[in-house]
């Protein structure tokens, strides 16, 4: 772990939750671990999920463009968004 020597061997051995010695072990069995590459299969779903709703709100300012009369500052607002939203949705 870089530059942080590991404690004592007595230490190691009696290394209660919280403690310094616990922590270097845990951080040791992290950065030991196999990297997860991709996420839980609940992660896509909510992912999906917020790309629907990024789509629908698109979909809806779109519409909310074409509307008359409009102020600019709205218009404008409305712009930002629409420019926002596909930047996230990668369009």
Known sequence: MGNIPPPPLAELEK????????NWQR???LLTAD???EPATNEFFILHK?????????????IWRTAQPM????RQG??????K??????Q
Request: no cysteine; net charge negative; glycine share 6%.
């Open 71 to 74: 102020n600019a500052d709205v």
């Open 15 to 22: 290394a209660g939750l919280g403690s310094l010695a616990y």
């Open 78 to 83: 409305i712009d930002i968004s629409i420019s």
């Open 27 to 29: 951080a040791q069995i």
């Open 85 to 90: 939203i596909k930047s996230a949705l990668g």
């Open 50 to 62: 917020l790309q629907v709703v990024l789509q629908e709100e698109l979909d809806a300012l779109r």
């Open 35 to 37: 990297p997860v590459l």
